[in-house]
């Protein structure tokens, strides 16, 4: 004879089973009164729920580590959230077929997942806007990652890459990411170009093309 054993979570949602039940079977309006007792243990709990989150339990962990108790009420409000999460989502699963807690999980891993697939992207065009304002380097200027042989002269900016073109000829891209995780060194052109921002808009052969010497006549 086996014996089975019961959680007390188990424990007690076959009890409120049992007593809404009880209350569902005891006449005419036993349903409603079911679905009223229900809506008001829900109430209840998450009323107690939020007192204690917001209180006690916030003081109690002030005290352990030894901090105001202003200084956790990021921690207090998410609480608060998660507790009326889990109200609407009792209620939710009780009142309807649907199980709130399964889409909102489904719904948050479609979004970290897509977020993670689309950050490489993101985050190569943010570092192209920093690039425009921060200026760390101007098109023409030879640039260098120690202690990685890569080095070359800009040549073009994207989007998504810095074209560099080395000393042999070859053109590498570099990622605009890499000039803010790594220790870049740059060396200036001696002639006066442009802003970066009227370089990126001129065409490449314009914006490479040796200065004029006054009385000099252009190359041809």
């Known amino acids: ?32 009164l079911a679905e009223l007792t229900f809506l008001a243990l829900v109430l209840l709990v998450t009323a107690l729920l939020w007192w204690m989150a917001g209180g006690p ?34 209620l939710v699963g009780h009142f309807t077929a649907l199980d709130l807690f399964t889409i909102v999980a489904g719904a948050i891993a479609l979004i970290a997942t897509g977020f993670v697939a689309l950050w490489s992207t993101l985050s190569n065009i943010l570092c192209t806007i920093l690039i425009l ?24 900016l994207s989007f998504f890459f810095t074209t ?28 006066v170009t442009p802003d970066l921002g009227e370089q990126l808009a001129q065409p490449r052969a314009a914006v490479l093309e040796p200065a004029v010497a006054p009385g000099e006549a252009p190359r041809g």
């Open 57 to 90: 339990v916030m003081k109690a962990l002030a005290r352990r580590v030894q901090a105001p108790v202003e200084s956790l009420r990021p921690l207090r409000t998410g609480a608060r959230w998660f507790v009326v999460f889990g109200a609407a989502g009792s």
């Open 133 to 156: 304002v921060t200026r760390p380097f101007r098109i023409g200027d030879e640039v260098s990652f120690p202690p990685d042989p890569l080095e070359g002269r800009v040549i073009d």
């Open 164 to 191: 560099l073109e080395a000393k042999d000829g070859r053109f590498i891209n570099v990622p605009n990411t890499t000039f803010f995780q790594r220790i870049v060194v740059r060396r200036e052109t001696k002639a």
């Open 1 to 32: 004879m086996s014996t089975e054993t019961m959680t007390p979570v188990a424990f007690s949602r076959g009890l409120l089973t049992r007593l809404l039940t009880s209350i569902a079977d005891s006449g005419p309006w036993g349903p409603l």
